[in-house]
């Protein structure tokens, strides 16, 4: 079976359902021809996942065809961009047919959901590779950035902080969960992000600094700290309320190896993002609107580094040990 | 060395040297923002290379890298769009200072010739692979496409045909050269193709269906024949007549062996174009003032599929054997 009927057979779709009007020449040609909205700029993000590096090779299909768009759309939403559309790279060693059609289903599905078509790409025999070139549209001048946080601004992140982590230590065995719901919603949010792509156009003129949990909150945040030239206070305790369910199960760890877990986890895929406290009620309207949870969790200030608290005001050092470590 | 080193020591310049006014944000924040120019449509095109079987993994770094990004090009040029910019996802098994110092020297080199910055990327630890996405942007509904040609057009290549086959032949052992300087010239054929962007720009507006040729020939032109609904009557002597070296080199050949052969071979990089006769003019003007080789041969015609004629006016089989079945 040759490249053109790979891609042919599994992505795409009778009439090529899911183009947009911004496409103008779809799969097929030398070229995808998009056509932005005039006065727009354009959002471009490119994430390139690697079996047995950046998921397990046993991975639902469906699920990694999900992730594998969620991730990149994710950064669409962390600068506040409107998905257009997206390329596919994809390497694989042996084509499987059921593997296919589950994987192209679970991100044509997410594809769908955000008006995201698939555009063109490539497909070539090799260790199995996953490529995604996403772009996406915006008003000029009105990306958000990693640059723009300023002293005395609150520090906010979408969703749950630390259960993909949790997630991802139930899958490696370094965990066990007796309650399967749970442990299947933490699953879930490691392997089936969401990218947070409304939150992300609201935020528009209204958050100062913003970009994606992919790495975990620490990590992350530094890269807005240095990008912006300040430091950041982060109280734990909020850290923690973001995900209730998860710190109950975990109820046998001190509260500063809970904090220390959650800054560290990775594979989030919430948004990160500073404003300034004049917008408390802007932003607290925007998550009610759009049911999706924002949490303040600490304050920018002038400096560098990060500090965090926990419920007692205690610093709270960040090299704890997780789950590897600890029973 | 973490990934984001990696990315700053040898993919960035100082001070963004390379960034085009069309760039808002380059590398660093979630997405590159690119500020097309106004009314114009985006053009985007994706391969994906693997080691071992898109390149050799002892290719010169500079070369490899040139001819990375000039595959990309090629694919813009062949719609005829002016480059924006391009985004590179790298899988390495080990970094390697020199390696990487070449690598991204050869592709950084092209992307200067064309105004195309690098604005963004991954990189990551696996076996080797790289895919580059790269946006162009031109005229609202002026793209060169595969579906334009018509009975009657006149079918033109640029540059020369077969010589990258024969360079691969060279480099597998499958044929010995005396002639070094024929050896070296047909090597970087293989290994540095040039991308025909001014020529494909030039065009809009006249050829009537265009492509790259990456495949080979016969089969490349299949995709026009397909698209448009039409075949093609092909001179194979004016195939010969774009490498006059190469063939006086393989004259111990029948001339329907020379023309098959030139017909399959890919990594030709050249365009591939039709259009009406009353362009002829034109066409050798744009050739003239850019001086690039364009060559006339053959024409479309009503009905589908390709016949090709040697010399004599006969028929030329397609499927006769390469040099790995010939001496």
Redesign the interface.
């Known amino acids: 079976m040759g490249e053109f009927d790979l891609i042919e057979r599994f992505f795409t779709r009778p009439a090529q359902a899911g183009y947009t009007a911004a496409v103008?020449?779809g799969i097929?040609?030398?070229?995808?021809?998009?056509?932005?909205s005039?006065?727009m700029?354009?959002?471009?993000?490119?994430?390139?996942l690697?079996a047995g590096?950046?998921f397990f090779t046993d991975t639902d299909p469906a699920r990694l065809g999900h992730k594998a768009l969620a991730v990149n759309l994710s950064?669409?939403a962390?600068?506040g961009?409107e998905p257009l559309?997206f390329?596919?790279?994809?390497?694989l060693e042996t084509i499987e047919a059921r593997w296919l059609q589950a994987f192209s289903g679970g991100m044509l599905a997410l594809a769908g959901q955000h008006h995201c078509p698939l555009?063109?790409?490539?497909?070539?025999?090799?260790?199995m590779?996953i490529?995604i070139?996403v772009?996406?549209q915006?008003p000029?001048?009105q990306?958000l950035?990693?640059?723009g946080a300023r002293p005395g601004d609150d520090l906010y992140v979408s969703g749950t902080i630390g259960e993909a982590r949790a997630g991802l230590a139930l899958l490696r065995g370094e965990w066990t969960l007796a309650d399967a719901a749970l442990r299947q919603h933490l699953c879930q949010r490691l392997e089936a992000p969401t990218p947070r792509l409304a939150l992300g156009q609201r935020l528009r003129g209204i958050a100062s600094a913003?970009?994606?949990l992919s790495d975990g909150l620490r990590g992350d945040l530094g890269h807005i700290l240095k990008?912006s030239g300040v430091g950041a206070h982060i109280d734990g305790v909020a850290v923690l309320a973001t995900s209730p369910a998860l710190w109950q199960a975990l109820a046998a760890w001190p509260a500063q190896r809970q904090i220390a877990f959650a800054l560290a986890g990775g594979d989030d895929y919430e948004l990160l993002f500073t404003a300034a406290p004049a917008e408390r009620a802007a932003i607290a309207a925007i998550g009610a609107a759009l049911a999706v949870p924002v949490q303040r969790i600490g304050r920018i200030v002038a400096g560098h580094g990060i500090t965090v608290v926990d419920g007692d005001g205690q610093p709270v050092p960040l090299d704890l040990p997780s789950f590897d470590h600890f029973g």
């Open positions: 103008a020449v097929g040609d030398d070229c995808a021809i998009l056509q932005p005039p006065g700029q354009l959002a471009i993000s490119s994430d390139m690697v590096r950046h950064d669409l962390a600068c961009a559309g390329t596919l790279a994809l390497a555009v063109g790409g490539d497909t070539t025999k090799g260790p590779t490529n070139t772009f996406g915006l000029q001048g990306a950035l990693r640059s913003a970009m994606d990008a």
